[in-house]
């Protein structure tokens, strides 16, 4: 299947570290596990070119999951037109976009990114769908996908071992017993899910904002970690104390601050 695409870039966005079960094959394509079937997805220009496990609805698969109904132009002239000043980096990032995926996948994946890398949570975020998700066959290969919540809810402490999750196994084993609390979270405010996120143990502010932002699409989310205080002290503010950044960020970049904090990251960290 040959998808038409403006104005993107799939390996700039799934390259950025945002997305853990991607393979990068020798071809230039890209082998990516999404929530119900495998996918290789090849850019060439403006078209996209797709192959899957599973043909149903595919299309649609892919255009949701890279966020193409949403008018990024739109949205990038809006960021201008309020802030002048990131012009230059919101050129730049023309081509990114933040990802649909899965929200319960996402859960899982950025409890175990506390105090981790990129490869490292990989080799976890895998280890756990090796075990526990449904196989698949695609291209000659044996994939498997993400489990669903009914496949894990019952492991235990004791099963998470054999991944070395460390200290983040117990974290998991919480997120997985409070999971039925989030049920309604989409009818939350970006506050109340804040909230209701962190009230469950393991999961700080920052864990949570990465939930919000990559599994649940909420632009105007984002994490507050060192990077960021780094960034906005030496370009916004003289401060990098978490209130004042998060006070800056809703006067001058919302509703979009997590879409402009992932800019400001991805010009400085993966634009080359």
């Known amino acids: 299947m040959i998808i038409e695409v403006k104005n993107i870039d799939i390996k700039s966005i799934l390259l950025s570290g945002a997305c853990?079960?991607?393979?990068?094959?020798?071809?230039?394509?890209?082998?990516?596990?999404?929530?119900?079937?495998?996918?290789?997805?090849?850019?060439?220009?403006?078209?996209i070119?797709?192959?899957?496990?599973?043909?149903?609805?595919?299309?649609?698969?892919?255009?949701?999951?890279?966020?193409l109904n949403k008018d990024y132009d739109y949205i990038n002239n809006e960021i201008v037109k309020k802030n002048p000043d990131l012009k230059?980096?919101?050129?730049?990032?023309?081509?990114?976009?933040?990802?649909?995926?899965?929200?319960?996948?996402?859960?899982?994946?950025?409890?175990?990114?506390?105090?981790?890398?990129?490869?490292?949570?990989?080799?976890?975020?895998?280890?756990?769908?090796?075990k526990y998700g449904d196989k698949v066959i695609f291209n000659d290969k044996e994939y498997h996908l993400f489990p669903r919540y009914e496949q894990l809810k019952n492991v235990t402490i004791d099963d998470l071992k054999e991944f070395k999750l460390g200290f983040r196994d117990k974290y998991i084993i919480n997120y997985l017993n409070d999971y039925n609390k989030l049920k309604d979270i989409d009818k939350l405010n970006?506050?109340?899910?804040?909230?209701?996120?962190?009230?469950?143990?393991?999961?700080?502010?920052?864990?949570?904002?990465?939930?919000?932002?990559?599994?649940?699409?909420?632009?105007?989310?984002?994490?507050?970690?060192?990077?960021?205080?780094?960034?906005?002290?030496?370009?916004?503010?003289?401060?990098?104390?978490?209130?004042?950044?998060?006070k800056y960020s809703q006067e001058h970049f919302s509703p979009?601050?997590?879409?402009?904090?992932?800019?400001?990251f991805h010009s400085q960290r993966n634009i080359k």
């Open 20 to 47: 853990f079960r991607v393979i990068e094959e020798q071809d230039g394509s890209f082998t990516n596990i999404l929530s119900d079937r495998v996918v290789n997805l090849k850019q060439e220009g403006d078209k």
């Open 49 to 67: 070119i797709v192959n899957s496990s599973k043909k149903d609805n595919l299309k649609e698969v892919i255009i949701n999951y890279f966020d």
């Open 88 to 130: 230059d980096m919101v050129n730049k990032c023309s081509k990114y976009r933040i990802l649909n995926q899965d929200p319960f996948e996402m859960g899982i994946s950025y409890i175990l990114s506390s105090a981790n890398k990129v490869e490292r949570i990989s080799y976890m975020v895998n280890g756990i769908a090796n």
């Open 190 to 246: 970006d506050s109340e899910a804040i909230e209701l996120l962190t009230s469950i143990k393991g999961i700080g502010l920052k864990v949570a904002s990465c939930i919000l932002l990559f599994g649940y699409h909420r632009l105007d989310v984002f994490p507050i970690d060192t990077w960021v205080k780094k960034y906005m002290k030496e370009n916004f503010l003289t401060s990098d104390k978490t209130n004042e950044i998060k």
């Open 256 to 264: 979009y601050s997590g879409l402009i904090i992932q800019y400001m």
